[in-house]
C-alpha cells in the first residue's frame, strides 16, 4: 500500500503559498490529536466522574436502565473514549482504536442522541456523529506520518 502526498491547493493570496505548503503536513495530525484529546474527558466523565460526570457506576445505571445496555458496557465506553482517546491522539494503534471510537459514537447516536434531533445544542446526534466520521476517517486511513504507528513500522 502506497502513501500518496497531499499536495496543498493554492492559496486564493499568493503570499500565503509558503505558509500554506509549510502547514499543510500538520493539518491531518491537528485533526487526529485534537479529536482524541476531546475524547478523554467524555472518558473521565464515565469513568471517573470527573468534569460533571456521574463515574462509572450511575453511568452504568444509565446504559442499563435507559439504553437497555449492560452495565459493564458503560466500562467499556469510557475506556475506549479515555485510553482510546489518549491512543488516537498519539496515533498508537490508530485503526482499531478509531473503529472502536467510531462505533461506540454510532451507539451514542443511535441509543442516547437520536430522539432529540439533530442539533447538539438539543442533546442532539450532531456531536457524536461529527467525531464517529472523525473516527471513522482514521480507521480508514491510520494514523498519518506524524503518528507512533508511524514511528513503529520505520
Do not use: C
Not at 472523525?134 to 507512533?148: E, F, P, Q
Request: no cysteine.
Amino acid at each position: 500500500m502506497s502513501i500518496t502526498t497531499v499536495t496543498p491547493a493554492n492559496p486564493i493570496i499568493s503570499a500565503y503559498n509558503a505558509t500554506v505548503t509549510a502547514l499543510t503536513p500538520l493539518a491531518d495530525p491537528l485533526v487526529r490529536i485534537t479529536a482524541g484529546l476531546a475524547l478523554v474527558p467524555h472518558g473521565a466523565q464515565k469513568l471517573f466522574g470527573w468534569f460533571g460526570g456521574y463515574g462509572l457506576e450511575a453511568t452504568g445505571q444509565f446504559f442499563a436502565t435507559k439504553l437497555g445496555l449492560p452495565a459493564s458496557f458503560a466500562l467499556l465506553a469510557g475506556l475506549i473514549e479515555f485510553v482510546g482517546g489518549l491512543m488516537l491522539a498519539a496515533g498508537l494503534a490508530t485503526r482499531p482504536v478509531a473503529a472502536l471510537v467510531a462505533g461506540v459514537m454510532a451507539v451514542a447516536v443511535v441509543q442516547v442522541h437520536l430522539p432529540a434531533g439533530f442539533f447538539w445544542t438539543d442533546g442532539g446526534y450532531e456531536y457524536p456523529l461529527l467525531w464517529g466520521v472523525v473516527a471513522l476517517s482514521y480507521a480508514i486511513r491510520g494514523g498519518g506520518r506524524y503518528s507512533l504507528d508511524a514511528l513503529i513500522t520505520r
